[in-house]
């Protein structure tokens, strides 16, 4: 599921030209919406990663896609805002926040731990190497079809892509996920599981 949804992860350099493209803000101001993302993530790393524990590391997993159409909904057709611009950086540094650690967690949750970090890396080398491609064809759709269409494209089948994750994650290990988050919140509760 990971590495499908990466195939749908354009790089973050893409959404930013659309945005200095859309808004016409000048070029020196183009490093700031790297800082924006990253003041995001900082700021919902931590509430990511509790919200994971108790709701299900999976599930906000793939919410976390979600919030990255959205970003690319307000790449594409915000008006010429600053507002629109700050919710793309918001909703980026949120899918970075609900889906970086998270998956990590997810991946080293259903594996031994004699092979744990193997996996963990493994799966982050699958999204990575998913989203260099999604980059790649991305880079292409652009020329072919311009700025806007492209953008449009990719959110339109990561918005299909992100209810059959989650219909495949609730058929495939509710239970799992389920017990999971029950033992986080005795953890965080001070109680043991049975």
């Known amino acids: 599921m990971a590495g499908a949804l990466g195939l749908l992860t354009i790089g973050d350099g893409f959404i930013y030209l659309s945005l200095q493209a859309r808004d ?25 990663g509790r919200l994971a524990d108790r709701v299900g590391r999976a599930r906000v997993f793939v919410w976390g896609h979600a919030m990255l159409a959205a970003a690319y909904v307000c790449a594409a057709f915000g008006g ?67 700025r806007q269409p492209a953008i449009v494209c990719v959110a339109m089948l990561l918005a299909v892509a992100v209810p059959v994750s989650w219909f495949a994650l609730r058929r495939s290990a509710p239970a799992a996920d389920d017990e999971a988050c029950a033992t986080a919140v005795d953890v965080e509760a001070g109680t043991t599981a049975p």
């Open 24 to 48: 016409g803000f000048a070029t020196q101001w183009f490093p700031l919406l790297y800082v924006g993302t990253n003041v995001a993530y900082m700021l919902l790393a931590v509430p990511a």
């Open 80 to 146: 010429v805002s600053g507002v629109t611009t700050l919710a793309a950086l918001a909703l980026l540094g949120a899918f970075y926040a609900a889906t970086d650690g998270v998956l990590a967690a997810v991946v080293g949750q259903s594996v031994a731990p004699q092979v744990r970090a193997s996996a963990i890396g493994t799966a982050q080398t699958v999204v990575a190497v998913g989203r260099m491609a999604a980059s790649a064809a991305f880079g292409v759709l652009w020329y072919s079809l311009g």
